[in-house]
C-alpha cells in the first residue's frame, strides 16, 4: 500500500507539488493509501455560494444541475465550483481505514460521519445522483470519496436526525467564532441573519452579548421579520439589501443611535457586501467575512477608502470544538431546532 | 457650489447609488463639491500588484505603460486596475479647498499632501505621463484630484525626502499593524519580508518581539540575504517560492524547531501564497494578509481543508497614526533610511 502525505499532496495532479485545494486537478482513484480513509458517500452538501451558482447556469433545471455537478468531478477528481472555488461537505459512511491511522484515529468501518473539511479537496467519484434538494443545496448521490489524515469530521450524533446535523454542520465555523468574538454589552450586527449561518450566529451573538448587549439582524427581505423576533433571536430587525452600503449605514444609525457596531459578523453569500459591513462597524471595532462571496480587496480597499480602523477578520470554517458548539445549539434550544428542522433538513 | 457627501457617493456615475471605490465609473470633473479637496498631482504611486500587472501586459514598454495607465483614467475617472482592482496613492499640492471644510481641516493651499486613501477610488485627470521610474512604482505626472470628506492624508514631512516618504506612506498599514500584532517573546514571519512592506514590517516585528522573540524573514531569491542580515532586520532568513507551501512548511520547522509561528505577515505579491502563510502559523496563532493578491476563498477554504486553527486578518491599509508610525521608522534607523533611499526613492 502506497505512503500518504498528511495534507494529501500525493494526490495532486496538476499542478504538480501543491496541496489539494488550491490544485486544479486531484486523483479520485478510490484506491486508497496507507493515511487516508474511504467514505461511502450518502449526500452532498454543496457550499451555498457554488450551489447557487450552478442553479442559475442551469437556468433551475435539475438534469443540467447534475451534469454540471458530474462534469465538475469529472474534470478535476473533486467538487470545487471553477466559478466559485468553494466545494462544501459530505456525509457517509466509514468503508476503509489506512493502516498508518491505527491508534491515531477513533473512527471504524461503519461510523457514519460528515466531513468538515471542504470538497474543494476532497478526492470524490460520483456514480450516479439520486435526488436533489434544491431548496436546501443537498444532494443525494451513489458515490466515494477519500478523508486525508490532516482531515476533520464529526460523528453524526444520535440524537440529532441526519439531515439536520449535516445541514448545521456544513455552516458550523460561524457559530462557533461568533461565540469566541462576542462579549457581554457587545452591539452584534449579522448581516444575513435569517439564513442558515446566520440564524446560528444571532443565537450565539445573543448568548454571549447578553442583557447588556444589542444583536441586530438584517435581512434583504422582511418576510424573516417574525420567525427571527419570535425566536428572540435578535433585539432589532433591519430590511435592507447588503449592497447598498449607504442605505445600510443610515438604518444602522438609526437602531444603535449613531454609535454603530462593536462586531459585525457578514454572513450574506453575495457579492459587494463589504463596504456595507465595513461601514456598519464602529471604529476599532472588528468585522467578521463568513461569506465566501468576499472579496480580499474590496475589503481591505473599501476600509482604507473610508479611513476606518476596523479589524477585519476572514472567515475560517474550522475552529476547535466548532461541530460540538453547533450541534448543542441544536440540543439547546428547541424554537432553533424546529426552524433547521423546517427549513434546511 | 454644490454640496458633496463625505464618502464622496456624489461623484459615481456607474452603478448609482454606492461608493465611489466599488463603483465602476466615477466623474473625475475637476470642478470641486462643497467639501472636497483639489490636488495639483505630482506624483503616482501605483500599488506593486498594479503596476506589475500594468508592466506585464506592457511588456516592460513604457509608451504602452502610458497608454494603458491613460486608458484606465478616461474610462473609470480613476486609476483602478479593472484586473487587480487596487489602486495606490499619490502625492500632490492643495490647490483649493471646499468651503464646508473650513474649520474641520489643518490644511491649507499650498501643502504638500500625500493622500493615504486608494487611487482607485479618487477623481483624478491625467494631463500628461512625464516621467515613469519603473523600478519603484512611481509615475510623475502633470494632473489633477480630488480627495474627498473621509479622505485621509499625510502632510509630508520637511525632514524626509519627500520620495521616500511617498514610497514608505504607500505600505504605512503593514508596519503599524505589525506594531500593533507582535507582542514581547513572538515568533514572527514576514513572507517577502525583504520587500518594501516587508522590511518595514520586519523591523517592527523585531522591535516590539525583543530578545525573547524570533523574528524570521522568507524571500524568494539569496540576493537580499546580507542586506536584511546585516541590518539586523531578522534572525533567521529563508529563502524559499511562497507558492511552494510544502517546501515552505518544512524550512520554517526547521528554524522553530517545529514550533511555527505565532504571527505570520504575508506582504508578498503574489497569487497563491496564502497556504504558505496558514501552514507556518501555530495552531492559534495569526495570518496577517497584507498582500493585494490574496484571494479570500483560499485562505478560508485553506485553513479549513487543512483544519488550522488561526485567525487570517484582512490588511487593513489604515489604521490609527500609521502615517506618524512609518515616517518614524525612517528617522529612527540610519540603517533602514539609507536602504529605502538606494531601492525606492
Redesign the interface.
Known amino acids: 500500500m502506497k505512503k500518504g502525505?498528511k495534507?494529501g499532496?500525493h494526490r495532486v495532479i496538476e499542478p504538480k507539488?501543491?496541496?489539494?485545494?488550491?490544485a486544479k486537478v486531484i486523483s479520485n482513484d478510490m484506491q486508497i493509501f496507507d493515511n487516508e480513509i474511504l467514505i461511502d458517500v450518502q449526500t452532498l452538501n454543496i457550499d451555498s455560494a457554488s450551489f447557487t451558482q450552478i442553479k442559475e447556469q442551469a437556468g433551475g433545471d435539475e438534469a443540467k444541475i447534475k451534469e454540471i455537478m458530474l462534469g465538475i468531478v469529472k474534470s478535476f477528481g473533486k467538487h470545487k465550483n471553477p466559478v466559485?472555488?468553494?466545494?462544501g461537505m459530505l456525509i457517509g459512511t466509514v468503508a476503509e481505514i489506512g493502516p498508518a491511522l491505527e491508534g491515531k484515529t477513533d473512527l471504524k468501518v461503519g461510523d457514519k460521519i460528515a466531513t468538515?473539511?471542504?470538497l474543494?479537496?476532497t478526492p470524490l467519484v460520483i456514480e450516479e445522483i439520486l435526488e436533489i434538494r434544491i431548496d436546501i443545496d443537498q444532494v443525494d448521490i451513489k458515490g466515494k470519496a477519500i478523508l486525508f489524515e490532516?482531515?476533520?469530521y464529526a460523528k453524526i450524533p444520535t440524537d440529532i436526525p441526519e439531515n439536520l446535523a449535516l445541514s448545521v454542520l456544513d455552516v458550523a465555523?460561524a457559530p462557533a467564532q461568533t461565540a469566541k468574538l462576542v462579549k457581554p454589552g457587545d452591539t452584534v450586527l449579522v448581516i444575513g441573519g435569517a439564513g442558515k449561518s446566520g440564524m446560528l450566529c444571532l443565537y450565539e451573538a445573543k448568548k454571549r452579548a447578553g442583557v447588556t448587549g444589542k444583536v441586530i439582524c438584517l435581512q434583504h427581505s422582511d418576510s424573516a421579520r417574525d420567525r427571527i423576533m419570535d425566536a428572540h433571536l435578535a433585539d432589532h430587525y433591519i430590511t435592507a439589501d447588503a449592497?447598498?452600503?449607504?442605505d445600510v449605514l443610515g438604518k444602522v444609525e438609526a437602531v444603535t443611535n449613531g454609535e454603530m457596531c462593536d462586531i459585525v459578523i457578514n454572513c450574506v453569500n453575495v457579492e459587494?457586501t463589504?463596504?456595507s459591513s465595513i461601514l456598519a462597524t464602529k471604529?476599532d471595532g472588528l468585522v467578521y467575512?463568513f461569506s465566501?462571496a468576499?472579496?480580499?480587496?474590496?475589503?481591505?480597499?473599501?476600509?482604507?477608502?473610508?479611513?476606518?480602523?476596523?479589524?477585519?477578520?476572514?472567515?475560517?470554517?474550522?475552529?476547535?470544538g466548532h461541530a460540538e458548539i453547533t450541534l448543542q445549539i441544536m440540543r439547546e434550544s428547541e424554537t432553533l431546532r424546529k426552524i433547521y428542522e423546517d427549513l434546511y433538513a
Chains 1, 2 share one sequence.
Open positions: 502525505s495534507f499532496t507539488g501543491i496541496l489539494p485545494q488550491p466559485t472555488g468553494s466545494g468538515l473539511v471542504s474543494s479537496l490532516s482531515g476533520i465555523g449592497t447598498d452600503a449607504v459587494n463589504e463596504m471604529d467575512f465566501m468576499t472579496s480580499f480587496t474590496k475589503a481591505a480597499l473599501g476600509a482604507e477608502g473610508v479611513g476606518k480602523d476596523v479589524q477585519m477578520i476572514v472567515g475560517n470554517g474550522y475552529t476547535k
